[in-house]
Every structure is written in structure tokens, then in C-alpha cells.
């Protein structure tokens, strides 16, 4: 992209930065200032709060100086473990692309009693393979590997990750106990721009905002470079579930005494992501969301406790208003639409928001992703309840049996968990959105007949 085309984006963005910032401070002041506007101003007034705080965060960390680091490697220093069960499909070309970039490094695939031929392809792409005979899920195989590992620093990866031309930052683990990488979703479809420019807010904005001060919150569970000890001190504290594993191993890594922080580099690397929209379901629902309330302890301890680092008590505060404000956020729906102009200004106001990390990482996916973020935005809060359910179907599972637990990977989440889940979280949102619909068009009522 060229120079002036960056300094006119950059420019635009100090400006729309500023207009939104002065949007919401004039309507929370015209709608605490004069509450009887509309009888059912506090669920509005909810909404614009919200929209503050996202705005701020967007706004705070989307200014954020990126942080360069200067990239050593040693290969010989590293093993790297891949994660595996039933990954057929893809586990040759991952093996075979590892070694190729890492040529001098040891390659071990934890094969988790897989009951397809993956041992066999990675054995023949040139890993060596160890098998644990009963599933353990991905955490504790992974635990299990790190006994045969013999070098300072591991290399975790799914085994649909390939990392062609990415350069490992071992030099960076002589002050830190991790790194994280820029994670990307492979495809060209609407879905795949709709979640790699999700995928791309999370690591060129969000990553890069704590790389300095080696707080960031989650290494993806894609890719992450650690040092053994980090690993082991967690192997007796990780619960092993799945969901939100990634973010449970990097929290752990802060809490510990000695924590030496988490840092980030500006490395792509690739993984395969939801192709559809019944994967991609499955994937929030039963894989990404429940993994809040898996950490909900580690949030409140980062979000009150004493010598925290202030960007990750920020963060902490802010996952925490997220998702204990969900049902509000849903309660507010029925306020946007019993008014068109409501609508039309809530939505612009978004679109207006999500064209700053658009604009300040150049513009590299379709402007519709742009367009379409409110409403994917609504889909995600709908997916995030159901989680809850799904959490609370885990838990259930965990108490009534403790030698059975829920599967571990959100595509082998059982039918009567997956049922459990949805028919729960839409029976609760039906009775939100229901009371919320009744008070808002009483609420509109009362406003004509006032008239």
C-alpha cells in the first residue's frame, strides 16, 4: 500500500476516533441528563455504556506503537511437539512443512489413541510418534510428550498448523516464558474473511497492544513457543479441558511467581479454521466460549488482585464486563428494533468503530467484513450464552461422574450436550428477549400517547 494511502488511513482513523468518542459522551449526557426522553432509557443507556467501553478498547489498543522484536533461532534448542488425534487430513503436510523449516530440531507427534492411520502418515513424513493408548485429550498428551523432551524450549502445534517461512524466536525465551505468533485462517470465502479478520483484530491489534509488556493473555493453541519449565510447573495445575486450554496454559504461565511475561511476534502462520457455519457453531459454543468460564478464577484474581500488571487487569476487567453483561446485551436487543432510526444509528455507530483496526491493518480482507460486523457481532453474543450452557452441561457431567468427562474437542461434543446447550441458551434468551420486547414497546407506547 503506498505511504500516502497509509497517512490519509491514519489520519481518518484519528478523526473517526475522535467523532465517536464525542457521539457517545453527547448522547450519555442528553440521556442521563433528561431521563424521561424515553421510559425505557436504561436499557439504552446500557448500550451506549457498552459501546464506550468497546469503542475505548478498540481505540486504545488499535493506537498502540507495534513492538518490533529482533528474531534468533536456534533450532537444535527446540522440540516440537504436534498434538494429534484422528488428524489424518492434515498431519503429513504439517510434519513434513515443520521439518522443512526446522530441519535440525526434533519432531514429536503425540498421537492420542487415534483410530485413523495418523501415527502411520506421520511416521512416513519423517516425526517420530509416540502413542498414548486411551484418549487423554490434547492437554495431558501433551503433558506426556514433554518426558521425552530433552531441549530448553517446545514448540506446540495443532496438527493442522503449517508454519512455512516462519521465523522461531528462541532468543526471546531468555526473558520470557512464552511467545505467541499471528495466527490466520486459511480460505477465500466470506466466512473465512468474516474470521480472519477476527483472527487478525485478536493478533495485530490486540497482541500487539501487550507485546511490549509481555502480557499477553492467551497464546493461541494453534502455535506457541515455551520454554520446558513453564510447561512442567503447569502440568499438576492445568485442569486438562479443552476448552479454553490455550488460554488456561498462558494464564498460569502469569500467575506463577516467577512469571517473566508472554510476549508476541509479528510471525504468520497458518491453520485451518471452520469452513461452515455448523462448524463454526460448534466451534464458539463448545470450544472458544466455555473457556471464559473455565478461567473465570484466573480473570478475577488478574482483574483485583494486587501487583498485576495494569494492561492485563485491563483485559481481565474487560472479558469479565463482557461476559457477565451478555444478558443485558440481549435484554437490550428489543430496545434497537422496536426504532428504526435506533437501529440505523446503533449499526452505524459499529460499522463506524470496526473501520479502525480495518483501516489501521491496511485493509486486507473485504470491505463486507466491515459491513456485516454488527450482525456478526450479535451472532457471537447469541453463541456465547449458549456456552454458558455448554460450560454448565461440563461441569454437570464433572460432578455427577468424576471418572467421565464431557469429549474433549468441540467437534466430539455429544448430541445430548450439544442439545442441552442450544434448547437451554434459546429458552433463556426467549424469556430475556420476550420481557425486554413487552417493556420496550410499552415503553413506545407510552412515549406516542404522550404525544
Known amino acids: 500500500m503506498k505511504k500516502n494511502t497509509i497517512r490519509l488511513d491514519g489520519y481518518f482513523v484519528s478523526l473517526m476516533s475522535l467523532l465517536l468518542i464525542g457521539y457517545v459522551a453527547i448522547f450519555s449526557y442528553l440521556f442521563y441528563r433528561f431521563p424521561d426522553l424515553y421510559p425505557i432509557y436504561s436499557f439504552y443507556l446500557f448500550l451506549l455504556t457498552a459501546l464506550a467501553i468497546d469503542g475505548v478498547k478498540i481505540i486504545i489498543e488499535s493506537f498502540t506503537k507495534k513492538h518490533v ?6 533450532q537444535e534448542k527446540i522440540t516440537v511437539i504436534i498434538a494429534c488425534h484422528n488428524g489424518a487430513d492434515t498431519i503429513f503436510e504439517t510434519v513434513r512443512k515443520t521439518i522443512n523449516a526446522l530441519p535440525r530440531s526434533k519432531i514429536l507427534v503425540a498421537n492420542d489413541a487415534s483410530t485413523d492411520n495418523s501415527a502411520e502418515l506421520a511416521e512416513k513424513a519423517g516425526a517420530e510418534v509416540f502413542t498414548v493408548p486411551k484418549n487423554l485429550g490434547k492437554v495431558r498428551v501433551i503433558h506426556e510428550a514433554l518426558s521425552r523432551v530433552r531441549t530448553p524450549f517446545v514448540l506446540v502445534m495443532d496438527d493442522d498448523t ?30 473465512s474473511h468474516l474470521q480472519r479478520h477476527e483472527y487478525r483484530k485478536s493478533m495485530e491489534i490486540g497482541r500487539s497492544f501487550h507485546a511490549r509488556s509481555g502480557t499477553i493473555p492467551c497464546v493461541s493453541g494453534a502455535i506457541g513457543l515455551f520454554t520446558k ?9 492445568h485442569t486438562g479441558e479443552f476448552s479454553g486450554e490455550d488460554l488456561q496454559r498462558t494464564l498460569l504461565i502469569h500467575r506463577h511467581d516467577n512469571d517473566r511475561g508472554v510476549t508476541f511476534v509479528d510471525q504468520v502462520v497458518y491453520t485451518h ?71 440505523a444509528v446503533f449499526y452505524g455507530f459499529y460499522v463506524l468503530l470496526e473501520l479502525i ?21 450479535v451472532l457471537e453474543l447469541f453463541a456465547r450464552f449458549i456456552a454458558f450452557f455448554a460450560w454448565i452441561y461440563r461441569r454437570a457431567v464433572s460432578a455427577i461422574n468424576w471418572n467421565e468427562r464431557a469429549p474433549d474437542h468441540y467437534r466430539r461434543a455429544s448430541l445430548p450436550h450439544q442439545v442441552f446447550a442450544f434448547v437451554a441458551g434459546v429458552v433463556v434468551m426467549t424469556g430475556l428477549l420476550s420481557s425486554s420486547g413487552y417493556l420496550a414497546l410499552n415503553g413506545q407506547g407510552n412515549i406516542l400517547s404522550a404525544d
Open 69 to 74: 522484536h529482533k528474531i534468533k533461532t536456534d
Open 357 to 377: 483496526p480495518y483501516l489501521r491493518m491496511g485493509r486486507k480482507e473485504s470491505f463486507l467484513v466491515v459491513l456485516l460486523a454488527p450482525i456478526y457481532g
Open 229 to 237: 519449565d513453564s510447561l512442567l510447573r503447569q502440568t499438576d495445575l
Open 273 to 343: 479454521a471452520p469452513v461452515n457455519l455448523r462448524d463454526l457453531y460448534l466451534q464458539r459454543t463448545h470450544g472458544w466460549w466455555p473457556g471464559l468460564w473455565n478461567n473465570f478464577g484466573h480473570f478475577v484474581r488478574f482483574a483485583f488482585g494486587k501487583k498485576v500488571n495494569w494492561r492485563l487487569r485491563y483485559d481481565s476487567l474487560y472479558v469479565l464486563f463482557l461476559i457477565l453483561t451478555d444478558p443485558f446485551r440481549i435484554m437490550a436487543l428489543p430496545t434497537l428494533f422496536s426504532s428504526f432510526g435506533r437501529l
Open 162 to 191: 503449517e508454519i512455512t517461512g516462519v521465523k522461531i524466536p528462541t532468543n526471546l525465551l531468555a526473558t520470557h516464558d512464552a511467545v505467541a505468533f499471528r495466527v490466520l485462517p486459511y480460505g477465500n470465502s466470506l466466512l
